[in-house]
């Protein structure tokens, strides 16, 4: 999964508390409406170990209680991907099924865990059917409807993912839905917005939710370039919950982006071993490359490869950080069928971008540029959209704009991969007067 789109993470709480009524500062919004059912949100950040083991243990003492089964199997989606572990998926899947068995009809609790999985497996439109029949039986199901909006925008389909976020902050205002907001805004390139909207929601939340929403306002605010707000900020969520991973990859990129390689590097590796996602491995070993130890670089880039070419493919082709990686380390050819893999699945800005960058690897430049306007379409304000546009308008000749599109993609990317950005200034360097 890219890095800062961070919508199809689905963290967990017990209870409904309360929502955040944001749909209230839109004209366009349905009144709000007070929800009711116990119900396992999307998007919050809590410990799912916790979750998973209190589910489990009610499981056992009520076997035959259809909606616990269902709250495990959202539990182990979520502790999948924290984990990195594939075979909590299939955990997961039985604990569908289970549900489904105990109560065949009318299970809209089954059917959101059944779209969450989807979802995690990049099968949208399918997450988009399961959430919609959810929502038929439970138009109040806190993961059918985050899993709705989030189906969406991975297929491309923007308009509609923001009438989704309006119906769901309407039956379901909270701390998920906040984040969905927040990913509309940063799509649309408004990180000012996504800003406001970060400082006002979490200061009416506090422990894990508020942990939840001011690392997001960190990495926004990084992203606009400014450093010691970013550092103050996660020195707050360091305070509420010290041990929380997504505030550690925050400042990592915070390491980087104050030029201090050696701290940052260092701390990816604490990350990755944690959680050994596609995305952490490789910067580690882009920051071993761009610090000098080449023969370190070159093991971990090794390995890497190894590992990715071992995947099957539509493991792959859901993994756009390893795409982009093999790509970039010999392996164009392979890249750029798990690109159109993707592509065929899911027609969002990132996996527009992952098969422009292919292309683009595979010498095909005017057939990427079609694709990387795909992926700035929006204005989406992600460096690495920006780079790759320009590196492609670089190759093709058409010196202006990949000259402006590198300048503005280079603002975006504080904090990215300085393996990418020192290469993107390379070729922002070499452009003719």
């Known amino acids: 999964m890219r890095k800062y789109a961070i919508t199809l993470g689905l963290a967990l709480v017990l ?21 009711q059912n116990l119900a396992v949100n999307p998007g919050e950040g809590q410990d799912v170990s916790v979750v998973v083991d209190a589910l489990r243990d009610t499981v056992r003492r009520l076997p035959e209680d259809h909606r616990s089964w269902a709250l495990l199997a959202r539990a182990y989606v979520e502790q999948a991907r924290v984990t990195g572990d594939a075979a909590l998926y299939d955990r997961a899947d039985q604990a569908v099924r289970r549900s489904l068995r105990i109560k065949p009809d009318q299970n809209a609790a089954a059917l959101a865990a059944d779209a969450s999985l989807a979802a995690a497996a990049h099968a949208f439109e399918t997450a988009l059917d399961k959430s919609d029949q959810a929502l038929a039986i439970d138009p109040y199901d806190p993961t059918a409807l985050a899993i709705r909006a989030d189906a969406l925008a991975e297929l491309g389909r923007y308009p509609e993912q923001l009438t989704a976020l309006r119906t769901a902050d309407a039956r379901q205002p909270g701390v998920p839905i906040t984040a969905r907001y927040v990913y509309a805004h940063e799509l649309r390139g408004d990180l000012p917005a996504a800003a406001s909207l970060l400082r006002r929601s979490a200061s009416t939340v506090t422990g894990a939710e508020q942990a939840h929403l001011l690392t997001m306002l960190a990495d926004v605010e990084r992203r606009r370039g400014r450093l010691a707000v970013t550092a103050d900020l996660l020195d707050q969520v360091h305070v509420i919950q010290p041990d929380y991973l997504p505030a550690e990859l925050s ?16 701390r990816w590796e604490r990350i990755s071993e944690q959680a050994p996602h596609s995305e952490n491995l490789v910067e580690v070993a882009d920051l071993y490359a761009v610090l ?3 023969q370190r670089a070159a093991r971990e880039i090794e390995a890497l490869r190894s590992a990715f070419l071992g995947m099957d493919r539509q493991t792959l082709s859901v993994e756009l950080d390893a795409v982009l990686f093999l790509a970039d380390h010999g392996q164009q050819r392979v890249a750029l069928a798990a690109a159109r893999d993707a592509w065929q699945h899911a027609r ?9 960058w292919a292309l683009h690897r595979n010498g095909r430049h005017r057939e990427a540029l079609t694709f990387a306007r795909q992926a700035t379409r929006l204005g989406t304000a992600d460096g690495v959209l920006w780079l790759h546009l320009g590196q492609i308008e670089a190759a093709l000749g058409l010196t202006d704009q990949a000259r402006r599109h590198l300048r503005y993609g280079l603002r975006l990317a504080t904090g990215s991969s300085p393996w990418q950005t020192e290469r993107a ?9």
């Not at 400042?251 to 260092?266: F, S």
Request: aromatic share 0%; hydrophobic share 45%; glycine share 10%.
């Open 425 to 433: 200034s390379r070729v922002l360097n070499r452009l003719p007067a």
């Open 15 to 35: 209870a409904v508390s309360g929502g955040l009524g944001l749909a209230a500062s839109d004209p366009a919004a349905p009144p709000q409406v007070a929800p």
């Open 292 to 294: 000098g130890d080449q």
């Open 251 to 266: 400042r990592a990129r915070l390491d980087v982006a104050e030029g201090r390689l050696t701290a940052a590097v260092r």
């Open 348 to 356: 969002g800005v990132h996996v527009a971008d992952t098969l422009a």
